[in-house]
């Protein structure tokens, strides 16, 4: 399990970060093409918001992790270890139902899309434009993702406990934010 | 008897004459049998997506463009190419005849949206920052080099380009803090928009160029409205059409007054060389991807019901 | 109260009280809402989808993110604010005085709070923690309370869209924005000096004034970037959105080349936290978009205007009234809502009574980005915890005397209508 994890952030931390990176110097490029070759490219700004689109849900499914997430979590840290076990049973369980339950409904919208193209970004291998479908099916992805790796830690609970170390990881780090190694 | 809901979500603003014509006439003549609740500012649904919502039965009503429609049926295109449409009688002129039935098939077989009357939003015209002394618009020529903000589709930037400007795609809420910054030359919209917009603070000229006389269609989910009785459909249909007939008049009126607003802030409004702005744009429509996909016989039909 | 919204909110404040991920615990909810009401269950996949694939504005975020990341990889921050330590870091509280005067520069930067946040106030929250001398919630809190000023100061979305909706004129808005922005910087540094003292934290010693040319040095290659970016959006180079593109090149070129303090692995980490950290905050703003619409669907700010009419007030307790109901909805709504449904509503009535619609126009801009560090829905409150981990009851135990800062700020700019309306008329505005 521990070795599966530990792949799957190996292969997606570099996906993201040419994503984000992508992101970057193609806003570059809409103000170099702007101001430099006076003739701005349409596509660069579409390109951007697809990169986002799909930077928010891939890093979510694959790279997010527990403690990364914004949460709000007096109640938690102020209950017994019994408390804190059926609270996070009961936020894996609720998790995993409500994407599971919007499930299908979702891919069903997401499928619709086909109808819908880019606007202006084309598929540089056939030229055309590319269906929304292709562009959302990320939060497809996402929503098999998040259900299965939730119901992986209600596993993880019933036999271990409460996942405390997500919560105060941070009270235990020499600096109080979470900052890269130089 | 529950009154039937009819939401409708639009991206411009409350005091919009679209959305006035839509408040104070369609409202109240739909009213013995029908809930109209209209929603601004593109709250409810975002712009661009009113389409979908009320193809997948989450919406009833919007007010949709002729780009919106060419996202979906590339055919509607030419109508969204410049100078095609004359003026706002000719819209309505096209709207109506046969040579419409064909699209508004598509919309209602493919979409689920019945397209119920044309709206009229005005003629484009380029507004720069540049003062004239600058830069003179006559021809295209003129326009080399000038950063014209577009909306950011294809075929708006197509027109730009067209129109021989470099089209730059931006956010409407960006265009007036890069108006005055010269993040961008200028522009194209309608006279309202720009007094609407305070474009007339951070701009120098106007070259009335009229690329685009621009509409909307009013539309409604077809699910919806096959759901209503025959007295009501026709009441809908009347209702729409009346509507756009008096938001159609409130704008020619305004369009016709706010030149002297307009004029008096210091904005110079010429008229350049518009036969130059014509051959050009119809030339490289003619010769675009975007002719292929308009049905043959189309363009004709459309001149022949102009001047 | 419809039972369908009752279950939502009650979903919402449950599992969010109880840790669930708060990006997660809306998409929970809203889903609650969806299925009551027998709606169609993907609308909110749709709303989080094209809201995210519509908003060029948010584009900001994340390159915002990296600029900041870099910054702070690269020691520039630190060299420009240690230029600010010298400068004013030799008062009580001094890194907290550092804090509110890099965001008014800031501000200068950018149009968005949430940006601000998760750009600069990282690294300022990092230095002030460094030392231990101040609580991480207590740097959190002022970098929050900071941050709110930076919509203010021009350049301003929100005040874009206030004019979308007022037609009041967005050349005055923006003019009108920077004295209340410098009002704020000063009533946050008041507080700040003020429990600094009763405190009793160690003056920080200060840098001695012969080293002030070398540290000035130093920073001014990393002092030219407000600089440049200034120029760059003022001088018409770039679009606010894009000046965060520009903000994180700048920093790359500066770590790279004139500090050396950038190997490559670094850059790669950089580029793989920051797609994080914009994951965390981007689920955030998707739930905010799906809250959106059921806010709307509920006819909420309807509700809420019916409660307003047909009473007959003065201009003053008007403007009480609406700027006291504004901050209740802050506390659950977001900036966006607020200006762009709620607000119009109110338009028609500041006419009538003859309230100057710029003056308003500042004041409920300001109001609504308080509303971004009230508790329980702060959106600087979630942006701070998702980039810094620092825990949100920790950030919110130290909030609020910056909170009750700002708040006689906004009194302030309520009673004298002259601090937002003396640089716009001094350009020419008519008001
Ligand atoms: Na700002
Ligand atoms: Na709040």
Redesign the pocket.
């Known amino acids: 399990m521990e070795k599966l994890s530990r792949l799957i952030t190996r292969v997606a931390e570099p996906i993201a970060a040419a994503m984000l990176a992508a992101m970057f110097i193609t806003f570059l490029l809409q103000i170099f093409s702007r101001y430099v070759m006076l003739q701005p490219f349409g596509w660069t700004l579409e390109l951007c918001l697809i990169l986002w689109v799909w930077i928010v849900f891939f890093t979510n499914a694959f790279l997010v992790g527990e403690r990364d997430h914004v949460t709000f979590d007096i109640l938690y840290n102020s209950g017994s270890r019994r408390v804190r076990t059926v609270l996070a049973l009961i936020s894996a369980a609720a998790i995993v139902a409500g994407m599971l339950y919007a499930f299908l409904p979702t891919v069903d919208y997401i499928d619709w899309m086909k109808m819908r193209r880019t606007s202006t970004v084309e598929n540089p291998l056939t030229g055309e434009r590319i269906p929304l479908r292709t562009i959302f099916s990320i939060y497809a992805i996402f929503m098999v993702v998040v259900a299965l790796r939730y119901a992986l830690r209600f596993v993880a609970i019933l036999r271990g406990g409460p996942p405390d170390a997500d919560h105060d990881l941070l009270k235990d780090a020499p600096d109080a934010t979470r900052v890269e190694e130089r | 008897q529950d009154k039937v809901e009819l939401r409708m979500s639009m991206a411009g603003s409350e005091t919009d004459q679209r959305a006035v014509a839509m408040a104070e006439v369609f409202g109240p003549a739909v009213s013995d049998f029908a809930d109209y609740k209209p929603s601004y500012n593109a709250t409810l649904f975002a712009q661009g997506t009113e389409l979908e919502a009320i193809s997948r039965g989450n919406l009833e009503m919007s007010i949709t463009s002729a780009q919106e429609l060419a996202q979906f049926f590339p055919e509607f295109s030419i109508f969204t190419a410049g100078y095609v449409l004359q003026d706002a009688d000719h819209q309505v002129a096209v709207f109506n005849d046969e040579l419409f039935d064909p699209f508004k098939a598509r919309a209602e077989d493919d979409l689920g949206v019945k397209l119920l009357a044309p709206m009229y939003l005005g003629r484009r015209h380029v507004n720069l920052r540049q003062c004239r002394d600058e830069l003179d618009v006559k021809t295209p020529a003129d326009l080399e080099g000038v950063n014209l903000r577009m909306p950011g589709t294809d075929a708006w930037q197509f027109l730009g380009k067209a129109l021989g400007a470099s089209p730059t795609p931006m956010s409407f809420s960006e265009v007036y803090t890069a108006l005055s910054t010269g993040a961008v030359d200028g522009q194209d919209n309608p006279l309202p928009t720009v007094v609407d917009a305070k474009f007339y603070e951070v701009t120098c000229q106007i070259a009335l160029t009229s690329h685009l006389v621009d509409w909307n269609f009013i539309a409604i989910s077809k699910a919806v409205f096959d759901g209503l009785t025959e007295e009501q459909q026709a009441a809908v249909t009347e209702a729409a059409v009346a509507a756009a007939d008096a938001g159609r008049a409130a704008q020619l009126q305004k369009e016709e007054e706010l030149g002297a607003f307009i004029e008096e802030n210091g904005v110079e409004i010429y008229e350049p060389d518009v036969a130059a702005f014509r051959d050009q744009v119809q030339k490289m429509y003619l010769e675009s991807d975007f002719a292929n996909d308009w049905p043959e016989g189309v363009l004709e039909a459309v001149n022949a019901l102009g001047n | 109260m419809t039972f369908e919204l009752a279950a939502c909110l009650l979903t919402l404040f449950l599992l969010a009280g109880i840790g669930t991920p708060i990006g997660y615990t809306i998409i929970l909810a809203a889903t609650v809402y969806l299925g009551l009401s027998g709606l169609d269950l993907a609308l909110t996949g749709e709303k989080i989808l094209q809201g995210l694939y519509r908003s060029f504005i948010l584009l900001a975020v994340p390159l915002f993110i990296v600029a900041a990341n870099i910054m702070n990889a690269g020691t520039i921050s630190e060299w420009l604010l240690n230029f600010c330590v010298a400068l004013v870091g030799r008062f009580r509280g001094g890194l907290g005085h550092v804090n509110v005067v890099a965001s008014l520069i800031f501000s200068g930067m950018s149009g968005s709070a949430v940006a601000d946040a998760a750009g600069i106030g990282k690294v300022i929250i990092e230095m002030m923690t460094k030392e231990g001398r101040y609580t991480r919630g207590y740097a959190a809190a002022i970098t929050a309370a900071s941050a709110t000023i930076g919509p203010i100061i021009p350049p301003s979305i929100p005040m874009v869209l206030y004019a979308l909706v007022s037609n009041a004129s967005i050349g005055a808005l923006f003019l009108g924005g920077i004295v209340p922005g410098l009002v704020m910087g000063a009533v946050l540094m008041g507080m700040n000096a003020y429990i600094s003292h009763k405190r009793g934290l160690d003056i920080d010693e200060a840098v001695p004034l012969s080293e002030l040319p070398a540290k000035t040095a130093r920073a001014f290659p990393a002092l030219l970037m407000p600089v440049i970016l200034l120029y760059g959006i003022y001088g018409g180079v770039t679009t606010p959105t894009e000046a965060a593109a520009v903000a994180a090149f700048y920093a790359l070129l500066l770590a790279g080349l004139f500090y050396r303090a950038l190997s490559w692995h670094t850059l790669y980490r950089i580029f793989v936290d920051s797609a994080r950290a914009s994951g965390a905050v981007g689920i955030v703003i998707g739930g905010a978009l799906i809250l959106n619409f059921i806010v709307i669907s509920e006819n909420i700010p309807e509700m809420m205007s019916n409660l307003l009419t047909g009473i007959d007030v003065s201009p003053i307790v008007f403007l009480i009234g609406v700027n006291l109901l504004i901050l209740v909805l802050?506390?659950?709504l977001d900036a966006t809502t607020i200006i762009l449904v709620i607000v119009p509503l109110f338009i028609p009535t500041c006419r009538e009574l003859g309230i100057d619609l710029v003056h308003f126009g500042v004041l409920v801009v300001v109001n609504s980005m308080i509303?971004?560090?009230?508790?329980p829905?702060?959106i600087l409150l979630f942006v701070i915890n998702a980039v810094t981990g620092i825990p949100l009851r920790e950030i919110i135990a130290e909030i609020w005397p910056f909170l009750a800062a700002l708040l006689v700020a906004l009194v302030m700019v309520m009673l004298f209508p002259g601090i937002v309306l003396f640089l716009p008329r001094l350009f020419g505005y008519a008001g």
């Open positions: 802050g506390c659950v509303g971004l560090i009230t508790p829905y702060g």
